[in-house]
């Protein structure tokens, strides 16, 4: 794992996973540890993820902090000079501009740490989180627990039948499974969609 340190020196870190592993609770574990170091941090999420809050950022098992809801990731450049570390959450919801201000903000020597989904509900890399884990200093990846079978599971099995890119939801809209089980439910819900044609066309 990346050696926590506080130098002043700018660097991005990147906290990744699936739904349910933990990427907001890490986010938060170092956060709170900068804050003890005495550190100036302010945090950012998108204003598009209310789920359990306007304005903090909380995780599922409703650890929390305060937080300034953006819907433009250029509004994280106006923190003042005395901020020392700068804290993203939900960074898929995001756009590629992103990418761009995290670099400007670690190249004026300050600490970014980014957390986001890696992979959207169909298993594809998801909005600016490819390339943020490609100019990171640091990148870890979390992982939840296949709820199927109990192996480490790195992907986020949509459960509804919504098509939207975006979805946002906790366990009743989705479920963490590993590649076996995640492959073998997406086979399942594409054969549903196949079989209603099927009959239609006789």
């Known amino acids: 794992m990346f050696s926590e340190n506080y130098k002043k020196t700018g660097c991005i870190e990147v906290v990744c996973g699936s739904m349910f592993s933990g990427k907001t609770e890490e986010l938060l574990r170092r956060l709170k540890r900068a804050q003890f170091a005495k550190q100036k941090i302010v945090i950012f999420k998108p204003t ?14 409703f650890h929390k902090i305060t937080s300034t809801p953006i819907s433009d990731p250029a509004e994280m450049l106006k923190v003042g000079p005395d901020v020392q570390v700068v804290g993203v959450d939900e960074a898929q919801f995001f756009d590629e501009s992103l990418v761009d201000v995290c670099q400007q903000l670690a190249n004026r020597g300050i600490r970014v740490i980014v957390a986001g989904l890696d ?19 640091d ?45 073998a439910a997406r086979a399942r819900e594409e054969q549903e969609k196949s079989t209603p044609r099927l009959f239609e066309d006789q």
């Not at 109990?150 to 946002?168: C, P």
């Open 48 to 61: 598009i993820d209310n789920r359990y809050s306007d304005v903090e950022v909380v995780s599922h098992d």
């Open 119 to 137: 992979t959207d509900f169909l298993g594809q890399p998801f909005g600016p989180m490819p390339r943020l884990m490609a100019v990171a200093e």
């Open 139 to 183: 990148v870890q990846k979390v992982h939840a627990i296949c709820v199927r079978c109990g192996a480490l599971a790195n992907h986020s099995h949509r459960l509804s039948k919504s098509e939207d890119l975006v979805l946002l939801g906790e366990k009743n809209v989705y479920e963490p499974l590993c590649r076996d089980c995640y492959n």
